[in-house]
């Protein structure tokens, strides 16, 4: 862990260093960026549906883009997996992957692979599939991904963020960020746990597969694998999201094996830090 090879812009700062680079110009080949959405489901029938066509209809607000999205289903028993699977025969935008195996790390891990190996995708788009993420916001993601950053960081806790949540959910996201934060020593990042993001195929490449804990069931990959990112040295910035309760289906979080996560990897990150000072 080298908490210096962090970077990230501060949100206040309002892009005062964007970088050089300008993306969704187009590539070499002349073809418009692809932007794949992946995104996470076990039993998610209730929204599944709603949330392609939504996250499709975008398409129209990214014209420099190719709006795809992929559903990485930790073979659902409800139906999503059927559900998607007509789809995606008369939809060419819309793609499945049956991960097989339940998980949302590995949900995500091998949904983003498959996203850059079976479908050309040169940015990832994560999201949830329960609407508690408005697809709406995807544009501005695009928009800093257009401006050069590798990493889009949605945030429930910056200035324009439209959140509500439960008292319970609200403590236990402010104190997993505090924890993380204060222990990993990451400067400017106010949200690591929620998954709403965008970042670039060539930083995800970046990323070595050991250091994410992407075989883990329970949720810690979110914040371990942004941590991540980070760590290669991506330029990185967040951006203010939309993220309201679940109102359809069901929660697959467990909340206790989360907190001892989030408090053992955020123990380890700080003790990697004071036994190697100079970082690898
Ligand atoms: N592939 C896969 N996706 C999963 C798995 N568990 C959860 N997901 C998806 O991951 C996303 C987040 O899960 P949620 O249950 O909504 O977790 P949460 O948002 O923290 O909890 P709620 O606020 O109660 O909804 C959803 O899209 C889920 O369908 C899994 O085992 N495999
Ligand atoms: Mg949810």
């Known amino acids: 862990m080298d908490s210096n090879n962090i970077n ?15 993306r969704g110009t187009g590539n070499p080949d002349g073809r418009r960026p692809r932007a794949v959405v992946v995104t996470p489901t076990y039993d998610e029938k209730e929204s599944i549906a709603d949330l392609i066509a939504v996250v499709l209809a975008e398409q129209k607000n990214v ?8 559903v990485a289903d930790g073979h659902s028993r409800d139906g999503t997996l059927e559900i998607v699977g007509k789809l995606a025969e008369t939809n060419s ?15 995500l891990y091998k949904g983003f692979h498959h996203a850059i190996d079976c479908l050309g995708a040169d940015i990832l788009i994560e999201i949830d599939a329960d609407f508690q993420h408005n697809p709406e ?6 928009k800093e991904i ?18 509500s949540m439960s008292f319970f959910r609200l403590t236990l996201s402010v104190g997993a960020n505090q ?20 970042f670039t195929k060539e930083v995800f490449l970046k990323v070595s597969p050991e250091s994410v804990t992407w075989q883990e069931k329970s949720f810690i990959f979110v914040p371990v694998f942004l941590v991540r990112l ?32 989030i408090i053992r990897f955020s123990i380890k990150s700080r003790l990697d830090i004071i036994l190697k000072p100079d970082g690898p």
């Open 8 to 22: 990230v812009e501060d949100h206040d700062q309002g892009g005062s260093s964007v970088p050089d680079q300008r």
């Open 63 to 70: 014209p420099n883009f190719d709006l795809h999205i992929l």
């Open 93 to 107: 935008n819309t793609h499945l992957l049956d991960v097989e195996e339940r998980g949302i790390g590995v949900g």
């Open 137 to 142: 916001d995807i544009p501005r993601f695009l």
């Open 146 to 163: 257009s401006n050069g950053y590798d990493v889009v960081i949605g945030s429930r806790f910056v200035a324009d963020s439209d959140i």
């Open 179 to 198: 924890m993380m934060r204060m222990m990993i020593g990451v400067k400017g990042v106010t949200d690591f746990t929620t998954s709403y993001r965008a």
């Open 230 to 261: 980070l760590e290669c040295g991506a330029h990185a910035r967040e951006i203010s999201v939309t993220e309201h309760p679940r109102s359809r289906g069901y929660s697959k979080m467990i909340y206790w094996r989360y907190i001892y996560d």
